[in-house]
């Protein structure tokens, strides 16, 4: 099956930096999708995002399909941003959602 | 709108004993999902559908089986706990292969 990996493993930042997140991915895919989990368990939807470019907020995110990777910019970062990221894609020509998650990035942010 | 929930937040079994978590959307999504998420892992898809009486296998569902008999609920059942079941169990639904949203979690102990 595909293999997704997410770089780094850990990051801890300052209140106000900027940090990039990578998600590399072994196969084309039709579907990639960007989650935040919370400290709390809560999986929240940040993007979906097979290719281009999305902004929302503070965050934006990158995927070139072509090139097999994908990344997560986190700008002015604020506490209620730590927690774990994941990348999950779905690859196959046709979609179904199945997604399959990388292992995340923990991210932590200092006030 | 109260989104993706699921039922029971929390149980403990002993090994052998069976039970259904449930899940339900208020989103009149068509695709739905089962994934488990083991302590320093990603998310693994154990069942999905794609729509009302349809399920088909995800990549981990031996030991457990799903129903799909109305389309805003997705059963998951455990018919004989095992220890190695112990994990935190999401529903997530999307309208078809879009983004996915996710209930809080159950969080599952077999003894």
């Known amino acids: 099956g595909i293999q997704v990996e997410q770089s780094p493993p850990d990051l801890i930042l300052q209140e106000g930096a900027n940090s990039t997140l990578r998600c590399n991915f072994s196969?084309?895919?039709?579907?990639l999708q960007w989650f935040h989990q919370n400290p709390w368990g809560q999986l929240i939807n940040l993007f979906y995002i097979p290719s281009g470019t999305k902004q929302n907020g503070r965050l934006s995110a990158t995927t070139v399909a072509t090139e097999r990777y994908s990344l997560l910019y986190i700008s002015s970062s604020q506490t209620t941003d730590s927690g774990v990221y994941f990348c999950a894609v779905e690859s196959g020509g046709t979609s179904y959602g199945k997604l399959t998650f990388g292992q995340g990035t923990i991210l932590t942010v200092h006030p | 709108n109260a989104g993706v929930t699921q039922t029971p937040k929390f149980r403990v079994l002993k090994t052998g004993q069976s039970m259904t978590l449930l899940c339900a959307q208020d989103?009149?999504?068509?695709?739905m999902y089962w994934y488990r998420q083991d302590p320093g892992m990603g998310l693994r898809l154990i069942h999905y559908s794609v729509g009302e009486g349809t399920t088909a296998k995800g990549e981990v569902p031996d030991g457990y089986n799903v129903s799909r008999l109305k389309k805003q609920n997705f059963l998951l059942g455990l018919e004989s706990a095992a220890p190695s079941q112990t994990s935190v169990y999401f529903c997530a639904s999307s309208w078809v292969t879009y983004e996915q949203y996710f209930g809080p979690g159950t969080r599952l102990t077999v003894t």
């Open positions: 196969d084309s895919v039709n579907n």
């Open positions: 989103m009149n999504h068509e695709y």
